[in-house]
């Protein structure tokens, strides 16, 4: 970039929301386009407010933060909610050195392993939340959490179906209707030891 574009380029930077352009070299972004500054600009700064609202700072070193603001990938709503479950995780937990020992023990796959931990914090401290103000995205998985447990269930065993956002059909009350074939679908992707039961039972539910 020559000397006066970068010039010209600084001064508009310095013209758009406060605070974007210092972030803007934080996270290395060499976007020349107005147009598209500007977006990134405006994204910048409904996520700065939408996290001080909840408490939060935004940290140029959280990627779905940057990837929101330069790209506009996922609902702010999302953004924030995860950063609060990051920002619960890093300092009331254990999920580091958890992260480490699952891979020190054979686990594959970075993302899966975190989601994993993440998953298991989330239904322990749903258990007991040791006096402490929980992440909201782990409030919202509250309604699955007692679902699970008024109905019988092992939350530990069904963590998948709790942490997820998947508003699935509760397995208790279709048992009768559902196929073999939807029981092992969703036994891969809830992985829930109720539906376990339900892929045995709609096997002798088929041979009737």
Known sequence: MEQQEREE????????????????????????????????????????????????????????????????????????????????????????????WKVQSGHHGNKAICEEAKMELCIAYLENHRGLRLPRKWEDCRSRFEEVRRTGGIPQCEGRYIYSKMHLLSLRESTERISFAEAVYLLKVVGSRFCMDCVVLSSCNARK
Request: a negative charge; proline letters at 4%.
């Open 9 to 100: 380029r600084e001064a508009y930077m310095e013209s758009l929301a406060p605070g974007f352009a210092i972030y803007a070299q934080l996270i290395d972004l060499e976007e020349t386009n107005k147009s598209l500054l500007e977006q990134c600009s405006k994204r910048f700064a409904a996520l700065t407010s939408a996290l001080k609202s909840r408490g939060l700072q935004l940290q140029p070193t959280f990627k779905p933060c940057e990837q929101f603001i330069v790209a506009g990938d996922g609902n702010i709503s999302d953004v924030v909610d995860t950063t609060e479950e990051m920002r619960f995780l890093d300092i009331c937990t254990d999920y580091p050195r958890r992260c480490q």
